[in-house]
């Protein structure tokens, strides 16, 4: 599977992109949040705003004099759905643009945004994870609305039913694959995902690997593996461009300009791009 025996036009391209990736947590902007993204921001601060069910978009609370930086508690029932509502599920929206919502861009928010959640890994004060506990409550209020929601991969893009007819040994929950310790910061995988950037190998392995192809980190080389399936998963050209999509999606510590430099080193060296490749980046592609 080397870079010499694919269509180039349909592998790499050095490119730059004419537009930007769509950022499905905030379609209308700054006018409209999921209200737990708004904690310690003063975007709603000095606006009327209102939050509206994710379902039905009715008004469920109003804040004339503008919504505070940080709302700690939010416990609402949407009379029109019946439903309970939360943080993580409802939308603060200026009030002034109320009316030019529609609520399944509300309801596509909201799920994009527990996605999110997901992903980066939630945990406790205690820095214990609470992912299994919020994936479990989450659909519940999927179910609730009568979403069709569930956790998904955000590599494969499979979803919690399909890896579990997919993988044998599945336990019904993403691995946690750590970026950094300290901070803690990562993104949540299928098993399969996490042993595909990793080479299927030790951290200290691929540390190893990244001191002999004169890479920085482990984590330089996983990028680059994250970079390749993920074009594999989405049928594009991997592009230096993808950079800024790559760190939004995955929750990357490099920057955009890092993880840009990196795509560009090998895409620009056919000997080194080979070193990356393998049969298993194409695993459930389809």
């Known amino acids: 599977m080397s870079r010499s025996k694919q269509s180039p036009e349909n592998l790499v391209s050095l490119q730059p992109e004419h537009s930007k990736p769509t950022h499905e947590t905030n379609p209308y902007g700054d006018r409209a949040h999921v209200l737990a993204a708004t904690d310690e921001t003063p975007i709603f601060e000095t606006i009327p705003t209102v939050v509206l069910c994710p379902n039905c978009g009715d008004v469920v609370a109003t804040h004339e004099q503008g919504l505070p930086q940080t709302v700690p508690q939010f416990d609402t029932c949407c009379s029109t759905c019946q439903v309970e509502l939360r943080r993580w599920c409802a939308i603060a929206v200026d ?102 950037i990793g080479f299927d190998s030790y951290d200290n392995q691929v540390e190893q690997r990244a001191h002999q192809w004169g890479f920085r980190s ?64 194409w695993a459930d592609s389809g």
């Open 95 to 196: 009030a002034a643009y109320s009316e030019l919502v529609e609520p399944p861009t509300l309801t596509a928010m909201t799920q994009a945004y527990w996605n999110e959640w997901l992903w980066a890994g939630i945990t406790n004060y205690k820095g214990q994870p609470r992912n299994d506990e919020y994936t479990d409550r989450l659909s519940a209020k999927a179910s609730k609305f009568g979403w069709d929601w569930e956790l998904t991969c955000p590599l494969c893009r499979r979803d919690i039913s399909c890896l579990k007819q997919d993988v044998s040994d599945f336990d019904g929950s993403l691995d946690y694959h750590h970026w950094s310790t300290n901070p803690d910061r990562g993104i949540t995988l299928c098993r399969e995902c996490h042993d595909i």
């Open 218 to 281: 482990r984590n330089d080389l996983q990028v680059i593996r994250l970079a390749l399936r993920e074009s594999i998963m989405t049928d594009q050209p991997l592009r230096r461009n993808m950079a800024e999509q790559l760190v939004d999606r995955y929750n990357l510590i490099q920057s955009v300009s890092e993880v840009r430099t990196l795509l560009e080193v090998v895409l620009q060296d056919n000997t080194l791009y080979d070193r990356f490749v393998d049969d298993s980046l």
